[in-house]
């Protein structure tokens, strides 16, 4: 089990409601009371964890139910919503138990939101992000990503990463039985896997979500000057269509970063920019170490760079702030090799994609 930065899981308070009342948190999932279909759509999402593909007659029961409830979940057309950037964007990992009190209305979680309680939600203190956060489940997910809209993911290995959180998110189970990614080669694999199956459900259902891993190699920030060569892979596929988003994270493998990232920014349509994470340093191996306090300082001075001209300073240029979180993020199970973050750190990631690209609408 993970565990939160006071080493002990925090437990649901007896008679709460579905919108939780933490010390710092005052958010993270609304609901309503379900009907027995809803019900079994949430049997359906939790037995396809376990590696089963649900058969066609669920998958259309669970679209079915989609479309015919109430609309709670709407997508928000570019420039999203800022969640606030640098001092605003920090927050504090803390594990919330669930499985066990019913009282609650727990038992109205699906196995996503679960994951995130128990594995580990990063709590920002700031009250406009309490005001506005929201723990997705599947289903929402799904309802605010359908056709005909489009998520683009591109970059390097962290943004990587990303695309595998989002895909365990949207298709309710956690692939290749959540092993940790350790190396470059399974980071491969494990995104092509991610879009085999994310394609084969929207093959199955066209109102599934289309989300696809692309631009790899112009986007990764290995050729040169990447502004020009990523900026232009991702606009031949968005254009100028309101229903298309990007998602780019690079900084990394190239040089002269502040200013290739802000030309970046200007030439990119409707891009959201990832940056680099915060490296745990006492988890990079042994024979990197030397150089990561260096690389840390460089990381830092980038992000600082650019806050001014992202979201929310600069709302034409929407902002994904993953490095405050990784920078809180010093528990044991955080990270396997100080840079690349758990699997369940990537989920969380997804989940401020997920707050940045949809609203709830709280009937």
Sequence with gaps: ANTALNGQQMKLPRGASFTLCLPMLAFLFYGKSESKVEQQVKLIQIDGTRGREPSPREDTALYETVAKKQQRVIFVPFPHRPLG???????????????NDTSSGSEAYDMIQRAAFEEGVCVPPHPHLNASMHVFSSTEAIECLSYPKMVVVSGDSYTMQLFIGLADILLSKKLNEDREIL???RRRDSVVQAQHWLDKRHQKDPLFPRVQFTCDDQCYGKLAPFSRVCSRCINHIIEENENYVAVVGAGIHFGNRVEEINKFLDLANRTIYVPMPHSQIEKVPPQYRAGAPKKNAMKEEVYNALLTNLAPQNIQHPFLDVYQLSRSCIMENCSSDGGHR????????AQLLLNTLCEVIRD
């Design 85 to 99: 950037g640098g001092v605003e964007a920090q927050c504090q990992w803390e594990t919330i138990s669930v499985a």
């Design 183 to 185: 190396d470059s080669v």
């Design 342 to 349: 758990s699997r369940y750190v990537n989920r969380w990631k």
